[in-house]
């Protein structure tokens, strides 16, 4: 018989997830409280941008494979992928996944598997297992002794936006299981469209698993962002420094950028620093760093805006641009993004900004009426300052459109080097 599995949470790794899954040849039904997200996959279509998504949505839809709906029904497996954030004191808010357990509990049985795949602090799949026993009594969850009448296990996602699809089938996955029995499970479960290895451990070693990878990553964009501002101090060119350095057969570092954005990266350390806030202090200190960046950013653009205001003869705004609003190259992701941000303490500042995001078709809320969305040449030819926050492909040679005596301020590095060559913030 084919299995039946439910994903809760039609994002960015949900919508995916069920999609490769529905390929695979599994019946699935998709859940998500948006409405609108709902009815546009029902439709065969997505909301989201993920490169092959659409066509494998509409392929599944239409086999009657996968179906969306606001309200959980019966499965043989629930996989959780909902936002985990944290709230304004960085310690995690799982009231996310705590919805969704009381969501499926109704509608669980004897021999379902529970997975959580949200990036989660560490004790969290106990606290699944908690809030289930807690809604179904009548339903021995694992770790309360005795036989257990449902699996409960944790396996986070671990791809790239741009390359998801591929990335679900081939990566390998880190399975932890309340009990060795919940391993196994799962295991059955992602052995069903999964190419990579599965890997069994416990619940709590796979959490931190998940927060050390990006945890790691953090630390390492931390070190390159810290050594631009001593570059910009030394008035050392930071590129090209990293590229020397990396010649060096044992070096790798990363490049630096305006922050660190998205739904991992930028939130994930600070799981382990709500832990084990004694223990953690470089980790600590690196999201500080990264989380400084954009201020440093900020300090730039108001020397270079107030130089250009300087030359104005007419008394207009200084005109902005500010090129791209995603976390992250070649996606219309705007979670966590430092260049959001950036954008948008510029818009309250007065200035006339030029917002240039080639993947969305409509600003963000937070800059409605306060920016303009522009094609990329239309926003340099016209621009005093033009800053350039994400290196999507699209703006490669973009600079060929700068406008005369326009400023530059490349916190990706995207044009060094450039013919002609322009300043490099």
């Not at 009990?179 to 416990?202: K, Q, S």
């Not at 240039?356 to 800059?367: D, G």
């Amino acid at each position: 018989m084919t299995a039946t599995f439910s994903v809760i949470g039609l994002g960015y790794i949900g919508l995916p997830t069920a999609a490769v899954l529905a390929s695979s040849g599994s019946t699935v039904i998709g859940v998500d409280i948006n409405r609108h997200a709902v009815d546009t996959i029902n439709d065969g279509r997505i909301h989201i941008v993920e490169p092959g998504l659409g066509d494998m949505v509409a392929e599944v839809v239409a086999a009657g494979r996968l179906r969306a709906t606001t309200v959980p029904a019966p499965a043989d497996t629930f996989l959780i992928a909902v936002p985990t954030p944290f709230l304004s004191d960085r310690t995690p808010d799982l009231r996310f996944v705590q919805s969704a357990c009381e969501a499926i509990a109704p509608v669980l049985k004897r021999g379902d598997t529970v997975i959580l795949e949200s990036t989660s602090p560490v004790g969290a799949t106990e606290q699944v297992a908690q809030w289930l026993a807690e809604a179904r009594p009548d339903l021995a969850v694992p770790g309360q002794g005795g036989a257990a009448d449902i699996a409960i296990a944790y396996c986070p996602e671990r791809v790239l936006p741009g390359n998801v699809l591929t990335e679900l089938v081939q990566n390998d996955r880190v399975i932890g299981g309340l009990t060795p029995a919940c391993a196994e499970a799962a295991r059955a479960a992602y052995a069903l469209f999964v190419e990579g290895e599965c890997i069994l451990t416990d619940a709590r070693t796979a959490e931190m698993c998940k927060l050390t990878e990006n945890a790691f990553r953090d630390v390492n964009i931390a070190f390159a962002n810290e050594l631009s501002l001593i570059c910009d101090r030394l008035d050392i060119n930071v590129w090209e420094l990293i590229r020397l350095a990396n010649r060096h057969p044992r070096v790798n570092i990363l490049q630096p950028g305006p922050g660190v954005g998205g739904h991992c990266i930028a939130v994930d350390p600070w799981f382990i620093v709500s832990s084990a806030p004694q223990e953690a202090q470089l980790i600590r200190t690196a999201r500080e760093v990264n989380d400084g960046k954009p201020k440093w950013v900020l300090e730039k653009v108001r020397a270079a805006t107030a130089d250009a205001a300087a030359r104005k003869s007419d008394g207009a705004p200084v005109r902005v641009a500010c090129l791209g609003l995603a976390f992250k190259p070649n996606i219309d992701d705007l979670r966590e993004s430092p260049a959001l941000a950036i954008c948008e303490r510029l818009a309250e500042a007065g200035l006339d900004v030029l917002a240039v995001e080639p993947h969305i078709e409509a600003l963000p809320p937070q800059l409605e009426g306060r920016a303009r969305l522009m094609d990329v040449e239309a926003a340099l030819q016209s621009a005093d300052v033009v800053l350039l926050l994400v290196d999507h492909a699209a703006f490669r040679d973009a600079h060929a459109y700068l406008a005369p005596g326009a400023q530059l301020i490349d916190t990706r590095g995207l044009w060094d080097g450039a013919d002609p060559p322009r300043a490099v913030g």
